[in-house]
């Protein structure tokens, strides 16, 4: 475990506690300030270091202190977590029993954003640990945070190198995935599943929609694992048919991720978790089932039947003929919905001949040449490609609308503006201003320079509000009214 801190001899210390070494700890204390604490960049203490390293001895020797308190927390980018947080997310059981049964800790302690240690236990695919702290100190399995996500959300979002045994490089499944990789990409995970399936009693359900409007569908999907996409699919029964607040089904979360793993997901769940091929089956009056072989010869002359029958009845001459306003038996048989024409009906066929009943979620809104299509059909001049933020502003200020759509009236923090941008525009850099004073390109937030909070609000003040956080602790930016991407179109500058 290697320690990031600004001061050396912080530095020292906290990597001696993450060592488990109390000799080296004791003796960089010697020459420490008295008044000072040691901490990381991060903001965490020795205690934190301890816990995650694994180290009880090291943990007694702190805790004698009469300063140690086993609940310690973080402060800054770490805020609210304690010894228990880093003990649960780094896989220590020994650790976690020792803090909670002889020490006392809060089983269920949470931080910032309301993070508490099963989640991180749950997260890092540590098994062991989260039924302890389910069976024996009384967790609740059906918690949420601060965004209603649920363990169902946290195990879909499991790190490559904690959810799959296929290669020592966490690297090389991420960029470099091979076809046979692909089906057992997130299977270390299962046991999790079938763990969190059988704590429905205690209100664990999968089909919880978090604050931004994802499903464990969309988190699973976001992270890349097929193998827990097909649970969901073919254990739980889940389908990609729910948008999420943005407008993005599971297949576009796996879309933005961009790599070969995110394209299994994404192909999988177009093809076997849309209700389109449901939907195209029903019109033909044809059955379900003939959907999961839809490359069959007999099933394709089946579903050529249904079509050609219907086809004679719906077609426009046969419609305007008066035989079509008879009441044969025939045709009230054949359709029973008058709400299907000839073009649904030749829509539905080629759907399933020429493409295979393939899903067709797709978040229209993704792609940059149909904003600037619909931003210039206002009137908007400019384009991204500029150099600089001081053109092409309005393609700029819905960009950067559909970055906090899913965040809703609650807002995006600040500080993660430009990494959720990457997400959502992956293809496209968050613009550069300019330094009023030093005239240099820069997205620098402080040393006198322009600040990105007052780019923002200078370009997008109309449609955008940045506010303090209630604790103070940074600011969030976030739409003045509630727009969906649908009504982005209707943006004036």
């Not at 001895?57 to 010894?83: C, F, Q, S, W, Y």
């Not at 097929?226 to 089904?249: Q, S, T």
Request: glycine letters at 8%.
């Amino acid at each position: 475990m290697k320690v990031k801190a600004n001061d050396l001899s912080a530095r020292i210390i906290l990597q001696a506690a993450a060592d488990g070494d109390s000799k080296a700890y004791d003796d960089a204390m010697l020459g420490y300030p008295s008044k000072s604490r040691p901490k990381c960049s991060s903001g965490c203490f020795p205690l934190h270091y301890a816990a995650g390293g694994g180290h009880i001895e090291m943990l007694r020797h702190l805790l004698r202190n009469p300063e140690g308190n086993v609940d310690e927390r973080a402060i800054g980018k770490a805020k609210g977590r304690t010894p228990l947080h880093y003990a649960a997310r780094n896989g220590h059981l020994d650790v976690v029993k020792f803090l909670i049964e002889e020490c006392g800790a809060d089983a269920d302690i949470r931080a910032k954003h309301g993070v508490s240690p099963f989640q991180l236990s749950v997260w890092q695919n540590h098994l062991m640990i989260c039924k302890y702290l389910v069976d024996e100190a009384g967790v609740d399995p059906a918690q949420v945070n601060d965004f209603e996500c649920g363990a169902v959300h946290w195990v879909g979002l499991c790190p490559i190198h904690r959810s799959s045994s296929l290669s020592s490089s966490s690297s090389s499944l991420s960029h470099d995935d091979s076809a046979e990789q692909m089906p057992c990409i997130g299977e270390e995970v299962l046991p999790m599943l079938y763990w969190l399936r059988g704590q429905k009693r205690m209100g664990v359900d999968f089909t919880l929609r978090q604050r931004q409007g994802h499903t464990s569908l969309h988190k699973a999907a976001w992270g890349g694992h097929l193998a827990v996409v097909k649970f969901l699919r073919e254990v739980e029964n889940l389908m990609d048919d729910v948008p999420d607040e943005a407008g993005n089904y599971a297949a576009d979360l796996a879309d933005m991720a961009n790599t070969k793993r995110h394209e299994a997901v994404a192909q999988y769940l177009r093809e076997e978790c849309s209700s389109a091929k449901k939907i195209s089956l029903s019109i033909l009056g044809l059955p379900v089932s003939f959907g999961n072989n839809l490359s069959s010869d007999a099933v394709r002359t089946e579903i050529r039947r249904a079509y050609l029958n219907k086809a004679k009845l719906l077609h426009p001459d046969k419609r305007s003929s008066s035989s079509y306003h008879s009441t044969s038996t025939e045709r009230s048989d054949i359709i029973k919905d008058d709400n299907v024409d000839f073009q649904t009906l030749k829509e539905a066929y080629e759907h399933l001949i020429h493409h295979n009943g393939i899903g067709r979620q797709s978040n229209p809104s993704h792609s940059l040449n149909m904003m600037i299509d619909m931003l210039e059909s206002k009137g908007i001049e400019g384009t991204h490609n500029d150099e600089c933020a001081g053109k092409g502003l309005g393609i700029f200020k819905a960009q950067l609308l559909s970055v906090l759509l899913e965040y809703g009236d609650k807002g995006l923090d600040l500080s993660n503006i430009r990494k959720k941008w990457k997400q959502v525009w992956p293809s496209t850099p968050f613009p550069c201003f300019q330094d009023e004073n030093k005239n240099q390109i820069n997205t620098r937030l402080n040393g006198g320079r322009k600040s990105l909070a007052g780019f923002i609000q200078e370009h997008a003040g109309d449609v955008i509000d940045i506010v303090q956080r209630d604790d103070s602790h940074g600011c969030v930016v976030r739409p003045k009214k509630f727009f969906r991407r649908s009504q982005i179109k209707e943006l004036h500058v």
